[in-house]
């Protein structure tokens, strides 16, 4: 049995362009889920497809990353899958663990894909850092004098939120100043 597993890193991702590819390689059951790849952990749905396998199952995804980004966590599901006599495959790229090319090409890969995670961790530090000067906050978007102001001439905070468009709890806030 070919059983599918379909994994994208958030919820305003969709999953649908990676479960038409595996329904049409032939996947019978597939699995999917919204979290991150960086980990096995907390990827309910893997897990569960990992124990729905039995020998001469086929895990397919759509491509490498979908399954894991780190070298370490590879293996280990290579190992377990192993065990189990379950091959594993991706439809978008040349791997299939019934031939040692795809073998290779899987170990090759997982090496790049964990790679490119640290990558983007590093650009992202470094972006952060290089811009950390530039925000420190959004800032006062709610003009404090004209809070003041119209409490000066009476008006109550309801009304001032009302007049203003703003929350309540904001006027009484910058009253307190």
Do not use: H, W
């Amino acid at each position: 049995m070919k059983v599918g597993y379909a994994r994208v890193s958030s919820i305003g991702q969709n999953l649908q362009s990676q479960i038409d590819a595996l329904e049409a390689f032939g996947c019978e059951k597939i699995y999917q889920e919204k979290v991150s790849g960086t980990s096995t952990k907390g990827r309910e749905q893997f897990k569960e497809m990992l124990n729905f396998v039995r020998e001469s199952d086929e895990v397919v995804v759509t491509r490498l990353d979908r399954c894991s980004r780190s070298v370490l966590d590879m293996q280990l599901i290579m190992k377990e899958l192993d065990e189990k006599r379950v091959t594993f495959a991706a439809t978008e790229q040349s791997i299939n663990t019934r031939t040692p090319e795809g073998k290779c090409f899987l170990n090759m890969l997982s090496i790049f894909s964990e790679f490119e995670t640290s990558l983007r961790a590093e650009r992202q530090k470094d972006g952060i850092l290089a811009n950390k000067d530039k925000f420190k906050g959004r800032g006062q978007t709610i003009d404090a004098k004209q809070v003041q102001m119209m409490k000066a001439k009476g008006l109550g905070a309801t009304a001032i939120a009302k007049e203003m468009g703003i929350d309540r709890t904001s006027v009484y806030r910058l009253l307190k100043k």
